[in-house]
């Protein structure tokens, strides 16, 4: 029997839930720069792989983009349309399978492409190489691949031009939930270092990070980039957003299990930065709350935290109008991405259960996790 709640703080705690009739929103905004441009859009699942949903974003976007394997099989059995991957570095015993189901195999280095490419040839498939534009547009360098010492892509001092026959496409991904000014600098910098090789490709993939569901995002610059570099160079452009599929259309829903005071109000609750948001502590960012404010713009002020024993296991200070209660349960916003896909089990945590708000309103409960999914883990 399916369980079902008509409101977002009756679902037992700790939840995802993700808003579909959000999702489409943002797939029809995606729908639509595809069919202005030219552009072909896929999922990166590295940020969103629930895969109930494929079937409805498969009528949206042109496929998925994997980073191994495991994410490659799920892309192709879940959902219709091309399958791409990229990996910094494939292995041998997993590198004929991934043939069999992607369409497109990028490579991160020619060493890479020369240790694969008999076997590649003879696959009849797309192959293309990522490149470095050595061109950082943020400051985060935990996810900049342009960053000095980067391992992700090839350099302009270290392309080898002689080695480009069979290969298709050119990859680079340099952007991070940005704009599409960043994306203007980034071409730039790819015309500069790479452009000569740019004519005898069929096909170039503009990877991620571009936040184009994002409220301010300037969408026509985007369009008419996408358009002038496909028509000046004969290319089929992609992009690989994960975020701007599922950005602001989920929630994590947490109850509040106890309040000590220490220079503050402190609150513990049964959701973990440090095991079910994991990119709160590694961006860090301060994840938007339902009904609350930064400190000193409500009366109450309260440190929400974690209940693992990491000390920095903490989400952020938050304001209220009136004080918490234990017990009482609290929301999360833009909890759909980098969430489920790299949650964990630390401590023995477990894992929040996974809903779908559908259209009308209505939250039915995918999953629920137990005992017996911690225990599989570890032997």
Not at 112 to 130: C, D, N, V
Not at 198 to 221: C, R, S
Request: aromatic share 10%; charged share 20%; proline share 6%.
């Amino acid at each position: 029997m399916t369980t079902t709640f008509t409101s977002i703080y009756r679902v037992p705690t700790p939840c995802y839930v993700v808003d579909e009739a959000r999702l489409t929103a943002n797939l029809e905004i995606l729908r639509d720069v595809a069919q202005q441009s030219g552009c072909k859009i896929l999922l990166a699942q590295k940020a969103f792989s629930l895969y109930a949903l494929y079937p409805l974003i498969g009528r949206y976007l042109s496929g998925t983009a994997a980073s191994g394997l495991y994410e490659a099989r799920l892309g192709q059995e879940e959902m219709d349309g091309e399958t791409h991957i990229f990996s910094p570095a494939y292995q041998e015993e997993t590198f004929g399978e991934i043939l069999t189901r992607c369409d497109h195999i990028i490579f991160n280095s020619f060493s890479q492409w020369q240790r694969f490419r008999k076997q590649a040839l003879a696959s009849g498939k797309s192959f293309g190489i990522r490149i470095n534009p050595e061109c950082s547009t943020q400051e985060h360098a935990l996810y900049d691949p342009c960053a000095p010492l980067s391992r992700l892509g090839v350099t302009k001092a270290s392309f080898r031009p002689d080695l480009l026959e069979g290969i298709s496409g050119l990859h680079f991904h340099t952007l991070c939930e940005q704009g599409s000014d960043a994306l203007i600098q980034t071409l730039a910098a790819v015309e500069e270092g790479f452009g000569q090789y740019l004519p005898q490709m069929q096909w170039v993939n503009f990877g991620g990070g571009h936040l184009i569901t994002k409220d301010g995002y300037d969408i026509p610059p985007l369009i008419n980039a996408i358009r002038q570099f496909s028509q000046k160079y004969g290319v089929q452009v992609y992009l690989e957003p994960g975020e701007a599929i599922a950005h602001r259309a989920g929630w994590l829903v947490a109850r509040v299990e106890d309040i000590v005071t220490n220079g503050m109000n402190i609150a513990v609750l049964d959701a973990s930065a440090a095991c079910h948001m994991p990119d709160v502590l590694e961006m860090p960012y301060r994840p938007p709350l339902l009904d609350s404010a930064p400190l000193g713009e409500k009366p109450y002020g309260y440190r929400l935290t974690g209940p693992t024993c990491l000390a920095g296991d903490v989400i952020g200070d938050y304001a209220f109008d009136a004080p918490l209660r234990i017990g009482q349960t609290l929301v999360f916003e833009d909890m759909a991405i980098y969430t489920m896909v790299k949650n964990n089990t630390f401590n023995g945590m477990k894992l929040p259960s996974i809903a779908i708000r559908d259209t009308r309103g209505h939250i039915r409960m995918l999953r629920t996790f137990g005992y017996e999914d911690f225990k599989c883990r570890l032997s």
